[in-house]
Every structure is written in C-alpha cells, then in structure tokens.
C-alpha cells in the first residue's frame, strides 16, 4: 500500500472512529472513551486533511467549525407544514382529549401514545438525501422558514452522514434545537467576563445561536439536539408506530429523547406527565411540558388534522415559571465569605405554582447591565429550587419616579466598608474576622490545619459554639474552658481537655501562618510567607501602604488592596488585638530591604506534565521564594519542572538549553532556597 493509499485509509478510520464517538456520546448517551482521547483522534484528523487538503469530505467531524459569514438566511418552503400543537393545561383537558380521540376512532379500549418531554428550545427540520444532511430550516410560520444549514452543520449532535442502511432516499427530520442548562451557564458566564450581553434564558440562548449570521459563533455555542418527527419522507416506507420511527432514527445515528415511553390509556399519560413534573428540574435541560402522540401512524392519518394542529396530538404544558411583577424595594444581603448581594422584594406573584416575593438580581454588574430600579415592572423567572432571579426589565412599563439601585458603603451587618474591585462582579464585606455573616467560615479557616492548625475542631463542633453564643469571633476560641466544651453535643471531658490542649499549642505559631488564618481575600499560603519575609512583622504589614505592599514578590495592585482595606477595619482590629491579648505569638524577623533578596529573584519557571501535587502548590511555593511562573518556555526561562507526561514544552526546552528538573530535583532546590524558620 502506498503512502497517499495508507494516509487515505487512516483519514477515513478518524472520520468513522469519532463518527462512531458522536453517537455513543449524543445519541445513546454512552461515551466510550474520555474527552482527551476523543481530542487526540481529532487533531489527527484535523493533521492529515491540513497537510492532504483532497482528503477532506463535505460530511468530515473536522468541517463543522463554521463557513464563510451570511449576509441573510435563505427562505424555505416547508413541502409537509411543522405544525404546532394544542395545549393542555389541566387533567380534565386532557382527558377530554383522549375522549375525543377515542371517539373519532370509534374506539372503547386504552389509546396507546408515545410520550416525550416538551423541550423548550426552536423548531428544527433536517433534509438528508441519500443519507447526507442537505439542509437545516427553522419552523418559521409553519410554512416558510429559514436556511441556517451552515449552521445546522456545526452541532455535533447532529450527523453529517447517516449510520448503518435502510434509510429513505429522501429523509425529512423533525426535532427541537436546544441548549443543556450546563451549558447555558457557561456561556452566560463567558459573556459576562467579555462584557457583552447575557441571555435571558435556555430558550433564548439556543435560538439566538441557531440564527447567528457567522456560523463560526454558532460553532462555539453548546447546542443539543433531539429529533421526535417526521416531514417529507421518499423512497423507502417507514415503520408502523412513532415510537418504531423513532427507533430507526436513533438507529441512523439521530439522537432522540432518552425520556421517550410507550404508554397506555389516559392514566398512563397523566402519571407520566406528574412523574416527569417532579423530575424536571433534576433534568439536564429545559422543559415546559410533556408531548403526547397517538402511536400508530395509521391511527395519526385517520384523526388527521384541524386548523395548524394535529388531532393525533397534544402538549400538557408545566405551570409557568416567569412571571411579571414590581420591584417594592432593594436590599442588601451578606453571604458566608462576604460577598454582598442585591436582593429585590417584589410584589407577590405566583410563578411556578409557588409565590414569589424575593429575587436575586446577582451583583451590580447584572443591576447595571439590566439597568433595574426601585418601581420597575421586571419578568421574574424560576427554576426549581433554584433561586428566583430577575430576568429582565420592561422599560416601556418604568414609573416617572424609579429609583436607581445604590451599593451602600458600609456592610448592612457589621458595618465594615463594603469593598468593590473594579474588576470584579462581586463586592464583599471587608470585616472578615468579625462580621456576624461570616462568622462561622471566618473560624472554620482560622482552625484549618493549613492555618493554626487546632486539633479537634471541627466543623460541626464550630457550628454549635457559634449557634451557642459561646464565640463570637477567632480570638474567643482561646478563652473556651473545658466545662463549657464538655457540654456540648459529641463531646466528653477528655476530648473537652484535648481541644483545650490543642488551643493552648496553637497559641505559638509562624507570622505566616497567622497572617493567612486571617482570611485576608485572596492571601493564600504563599502569599502570606511572601508579606512575612518581605515586612518581617504584623504590625508592619498593617501599617504599609499599597504601594509598599506591591514591592512584595507575588503581590499586585488587587491583593495590595484587600490587605490594605483589611487592616484598616476597626473591628479587625479589635479582633487582633484580643488575639494577642489571648497569647498568640510568633517569631518576628528582619525585613528584607528589597524583593531582589529572595532567594530565586529573578528566576523564571514553567510547569508542565503531571506532578504528585496540584500545579498551583507548587506555583505558591516558587512564586513565595521570588520566582516567576509563566506558561510558555522562552529563552529567557530559568528552569522547566517536567513532571509525567511531559509534551512539547519539554522539547522546546531542551532546544534552547534550558535546564530541566524532575520532581526530586526541584524539591532539593526548593530545600536549599527556603529560609530556616523558627
């Protein structure tokens, strides 16, 4: 076999393995191999058909990234209308419903249906001719819709080609585009990050994505598919049941509902419909109902059709989850690390079959983006058990007097200054160690074995002497006598006198450690030994400014601040003072003059490969001694730590001399360039 013959071969293994990968994964929701793998065989095909451009395929997994940008969709003419169905909102219609079906059919047994979720996402038909997608259209009116096969072609779910044999000449798929609400989030969430305007929901989300103009953006979207009819069929007869259709189609490679079921009678469809009723919100995706169908096509055809729907069919549709209320008033609440949320009281409103009278509106960032005020007239959305959230505003219903939404100065609780990061969403109570909404997480890292180290106190013991009155604050856990402790649930008079111990040990400690027990935000463990080299003392590092504490190594302008606006807190520092007061004492040293002195100033690492530890430790740990950790290797890197596994970056490395350390070797030069430590 020649080279291009054995290259040709090897194209067309990639295209069926992963073709092979897309169905587990999609449509029989059993993946086979982990996403790494899948990874590897694409970018070998996508090597194969870059370097041997007559390889690549119209149908090849590698060409759905997107082509070139639509200046309009196309129309199309649906030959066999997408047709929409009548709802049922109560049991009595849809009981009438099944009377009526039986009654046209002359019929005194059990209907048989098929049953599957309503999902809630935009219409979708797919044309394959002799088993190659054709083309994608949206419902549009039910008649007319538009040409987004370009975009069609980028979701994965959907196959480019058709698996196995048997399939009609002409083959018309009927299904629901959507976007799984895991992926919603994500995206959400990419798009608060570049700015740019978030989605009011799954449904909004699937469709604007489904009708981009550049199929390169629709590429990036997370969208889903599941097919659950057909439209125009030619050359080959289908079988006699929905359900059976709906099997064959699975078959070929198009993913349907796992929820899909065969049920009998009315008191089948009902109990379905309250079952999936309680599963809903556990279900990875949306949905706003259950769809039921007469199962026997034969049946279908005799029932026919009235108006634009289906006789054979109907939807149960869900109690509503959005809602249109007012907003009365903002508030301000202060979560367990401090963060502080609006909070809107709205007028009661029933969404979902539950009333609502509160919401989130998220940070300021989300108030501002929505631009919601006081007085407002707001779509509340809900999910579940999932907070209730402020969708969107509506500015053509907004009163002459709607009152902005202010992030006060001051915390709502303990009245610490509230401290807003301009580059972040979230603002946060700076009164760590003494705010009564932080309390319990503020001791639970005091005591960690990262930090002092308190032996015996746990998280449940924390919960009950905070619940108790019998702390209010770190610095009481020094003043805890064994009686007190004895009292408690789970607790004896050994483990009482043992915790006393440990408290008593725990009173001599390390700068550094005290330093990161604090729960400064975002001073972690090498953070915290860096500010204690560089100022030798806590009094030093409280009385710095923010320009002296960005001369420490590892320290910018955003921890610069958080330290800063920490030990400017009246009640943080009266809490440090009790500390001291408790005798916690450390071993101060002499500052360093300048951070050149640390031991690897100067030195730029790289990581790369699987180390024994996470990634970040050892960052930490170099980063605290000075050093520089970039992720890229340049002539100017000191030394790459290769662990297991290690790829291209070790090759680069070795290409311009730069030195490389195995694990064994980077713990002897971190043992050589840290300090002793009292």
């Known amino acids: 076999m020649s080279l291009d013959q054995a290259t040709r071969a090897r194209a067309e293994t990639l295209r069926e393995q992963i073709a092979q990968h897309n169905y587990q994964y999609f449509v029989l929701d059993d993946p086979r191999i982990p996403d790494s793998e899948y990874d590897r065989l694409f970018r070998e095909l996508q090597a194969l058909e870059a370097a041997h451009p007559a390889l690549v395929t119209p149908d090849s997994p590698t060409q759905r990234v997107g082509g070139t940008p639509l200046g309009a969709f196309d ?95 002409l083959l018309e798929v009927r299904g629901e585009v959507f976007m799984p609400k895991r992926g919603f989030e994500a995206l959400n969430r990419r798009q608060r990050e570049q700015d740019a305007k978030t989605f009011a929901n799954p449904r909004n989300a699937a469709a604007g994505s ?3 103009l550049d199929p390169k953006v629709t590429a990036t979207r997370p969208l889903m598919t599941f097919c659950y009819g057909l439209g125009e069929v030619e050359g080959h007869p289908m079988t006699a049941t929905h359900s059976d259709n709906m099997a064959l189609l699975q078959d070929w490679g198009l993913p349907i509902s796992p929820e899909l079921q065969v049920l009998s009678g009315l008191d089948g469809c009902l109990a379905y419909f309250a079952a999936m009723g309680a599963r809903r919100d556990t279900l990875p995706y949306d949905i706003d109902g259950v769809v039921f169908k007469v199962n026997t096509i034969a049946d279908q055809e005799a029932l026919g059709f009235v108006s634009r729907a289906p006789r054979w069919a109907i939807a149960q549709k869900f109690p509503a989850q959005e809602a249109l209320t007012e907003i009365k008033a903002v508030e301000f609440q202060v979560g367990r690390t401090g963060a502080v949320t609006p909070v809107a009281r709205l007028k009661p409103v029933l969404v979902g079959g539950v009333t609502v009278s509160n919401a989130t509106l998220h940070n300021m960032d989300e108030v501002e983006r929505k631009d919601v005020r006081v007085g407002d007239t ?84 924390i919960d009950q002497l905070i619940d108790q009155a019998l702390i209010s604050d770190p610095a009481d856990l020094f003043g805890l006598s064994v009686d007190a402790l004895a009292g408690l649930q789970r607790m004896a008079q050994k483990s009482a006198h043992n ?54 190594p590892d320290v910018g302008p955003i921890v610069a601040r958080h330290v800063h606006t920490f030990f400017r807190q009246p009640h943080n520092q009266e ?62 890197t000191a030394y790459l730590v290769a662990g297991e596994e290690a790829g291209s970056k070790l090759s680069k490395a070795e290409a311009l001399g730069v030195a490389v350390l195995d694990e064994q070797a980077l713990r002897e030069l971190l043992a050589a360039a840290t300090p002793p430590t009292d």
């Open 75 to 169: 129309e199309v003419v649906h030959r066999v209308p997408m047709l929409s169905l009548e709802n049922a909102l109560t049991a009595d219609a849809m009981a009438e419903f099944d009377r009526r079906v039986r009654r046209r059919l002359d019929r005194d047994t059990e209907m048989t249906y098929a049953a599957e979720p309503k999902l809630d996402g935009l219409a979708i038909s797919l044309r394959y001719q002799d088993g190659k997608l054709l083309q994608g259209a949206t419902r549009g009116d039910g008649t007319r819709g538009e040409d987004v096969t370009q975009n069609v072609r980028t979701i994965a779910a959907i196959p480019l080609q058709l698996r196995g044999r048997g399939w009609p000449r």
């Open 210 to 212: 489904l009708r981009q």
């Open 378 to 461: 707001v779509y509340v959305r809900r999910a579940g058990d999932v907070i209730p959230e402020i969708v969107r505003m509506l500015p053509e219903r907004r009163p002459a007097d709607a009152t902005p939404v202010v992030m006060p100065a001051n915390c709502p609780v303990c009245g610490s200054a509230i401290e807003r990061i301009e580059s972040e969403a979230v603002a946060r109570c700076s009164g760590g160690l003494y705010c009564a909404a932080q309390r319990k997480e503020s001791v639970k890292h005091f005591a960690a074995r990262r930090a002092m180290d308190i032996d015996g106190l746990g998280e449940k013991l």
């Open 499 to 552: 915790l006393v111990a440990a408290l008593h040990d725990a009173r001599r400690t390390t700068l550094d450690r005290f330093l990161f027990a604090l729960g400064i935000r975002e001073v972690g463990e090498a953070t915290a030994q860096s500010l204690a080299r560089q100022f030798g003392g806590l009094d030093a590092i409280a009385a710095a400014t923010e320009e002296a504490l960005q001369e420490t």
């Open 575 to 636: 809490v440090i003072a009790k500390l001291r007061d408790a005798g916690l004492e450390w071993a101060e040293t002499e500052p360093l003059a300048a951070a050149g002195q640390l031991p690897l100033s100067g030195k730029t690492f790289v990581l790369t490969g699987t180390l024994s530890e996470p990634r970040t430790q050892v960052k930490e740990r170099l980063q605290a001694l000075g050093a520089k950790v970039t992720g890229s290797v340049s002539k100017n």
